[in-house]
Structure formats: structure tokens, C-alpha cells
């Protein structure tokens, strides 16, 4: 069974600066998925990591995918207020075509970017 | 506009009511899947749909049913509702599953209370 964690659980960043939200999952799982989701609104998807290596970047947000550590990132670059949100992980369990319906989410990351 | 609606979008109901939540999308995938979300869990999987007339259970499916009987349609079945149901849920769909690297679009969310 496939478990994801997230950390920090809560984060709270000024204005301009730099910060890594991980993502850990316990077993085999080569798709990673990254939404963000605004107080009171649905889920947006983010990005869609399919391999060992994979990056991808849109504007400040660039995540990152490490099937060997079972590791993704999310880096955020020069926070701005319009980052505030909460952000969740998730994969599919199994590799190679098993469980594709599957997906299990990490617990979310809230992130809070003041002046 | 591409979208996937849920109805009713709030809900206050009693112990063992019978209800049921609507799932609509229009943009012809094979894919839905139903969540729900609670305070520090992040997104729990409900039931998923690979296609029409084949359902499988996610990671909490005890005390809801689905049925898929046409490809847009997706309804979440509460046969006898009881509190720790009360929840926020929300519908999901995409071209083929997440497994095969495609986008999910989530629908608005339906907030249930059950006393």
C-alpha cells in the first residue's frame, strides 16, 4: 500500500524568499502529481512527473521527481502573496501499468506567504 | 466550457437518510473517481471508474456505492449516511486515468453533514 507524506505540514514564508515543500512516499510509484487547491475552492492540477529525474517548472513553482530516494519537491523561488494555498502530492501506487486508478494523496502542505 | 459539476453542492442530512451525489462531466473521459477530503488527511480516494459499467475500490470505500452507467455520469450513493461521514467530496475525472499521465479536473466539491 502505497503511503505519501508530506512536510512541513504548515508553512509560513515572507515575501522574496526561497522554499522546498518534500514529498515522501513509501513504495514504488512512478507517477507523482502535484495540485494546489485556494481556501474554499477545488483542486488545480500543477504537474505531472512521470520518471526518475523529471523536473518541471511553471513561473515560481518547480517540482522535482527522485524514484530512487522516493522523493518529490516542490521549490518555490521568490514567494509572492499569490502562492498562499494549500498544496498536495500524490502518486500512483505500482509501477509499469499496475493500480492505474488508483491515487493516494499526501496530508497537504499549507503554505501562508505574508508581506 | 469543459467542466465537471457535482449537485447538490451542500448538505445537511440525518443518520441513515439515503442520499445520493451527483457527478457530472462533459468532456467525454473515461476516467472519474471520487474523494473526499477531511482536516489533516488531505484527499482520500473513495471508489474509481475506469471506464463505464467497471468500478473498483480506492482507499475508503466502506459505507458509499457508485454506479457508472453512462460515461458522464458518476453518482456517489450513501445508503445509510452516518456522522463520520460528514466530509467534504469531491468528484473528479480525466482522459484515461492517472496511471497514464493525464490531467484530472476536479469538480466544485460538495460539503456533507450528517448529525
Known amino acids: 500500500e502505497l503511503k505519501v507524506e508530506q512536510n512541513p505540514l504548515f508553512l509560513s514564508m515572507q515575501e522574496g524568499k526561497n522554499y522546498t515543500i518534500y514529498c515522501n512516499y513509501s513504495?514504488?510509484?512512478?507517477?507523482l502529481y502535484w495540485y494546489r487547491q485556494d481556501p474554499g475552492k477545488s483542486l488545480e492540477s500543477l504537474f505531472v512527473l512521470l520518471s526518475n529525474g523529471a523536473v518541471k517548472q511553471e513561473g515560481r513553482l518547480m517540482a522535482s521527481l527522485d524514484t530512487k530516494a522516493r522523493l518529490s519537491t516542490l521549490h518555490i523561488t521568490a514567494a509572492v502573496h499569490d502562492l498562499s494555498a494549500t498544496y498536495f502530492c500524490?502518486?500512483?501506487?505500482?509501477?509499469?501499468?499496475?493500480?492505474?486508478?488508483?491515487?493516494?494523496f499526501g496530508q497537504g502542505t499549507i503554505l501562508t506567504v505574508h508581506p | 466550457e469543459a467542466q465537471v459539476t457535482q449537485n447538490p453542492r451542500y448538505l445537511i442530512t440525518v443518520t441513515g437518510k439515503k442520499l445520493t451525489v451527483t457527478c457530472s462531466q462533459n468532456m467525454n473521459h473515461e476516467y472519474m473517481s471520487w474523494y473526499r477530503q477531511d482536516p489533516g488527511l488531505g484527499l482520500r480516494q473513495i471508489y474509481y471508474s475506469m471506464n463505464v459499467e467497471v468500478t473498483d475500490k480506492g482507499d475508503v470505500p466502506e459505507g458509499y456505492k457508485v454506479s457508472r452507467k453512462e460515461k458522464r455520469n458518476f453518482p456517489l450513493i450513501l445508503e445509510s449516511p452516518s456522522p463520520n461521514q460528514t466530509s467534504l467530496y469531491f468528484c473528479?475525472?480525466?482522459?484515461?486515468?492517472?496511471?497514464?499521465?493525464?490531467?484530472?479536473?476536479f469538480g466544485p466539491g460538495t460539503r456533507l453533514t450528517v448529525l
Open positions: 500524490a502518486g500512483v501506487p505500482g509501477a509499469g501499468g499496475t493500480s492505474y486508478g488508483k491515487l493516494t
Open positions: 513504495t514504488t510509484s512512478d507517477r
Open positions: 473528479a475525472s480525466s482522459l484515461e486515468g492517472p496511471g497514464h499521465t493525464d490531467t484530472q479536473y
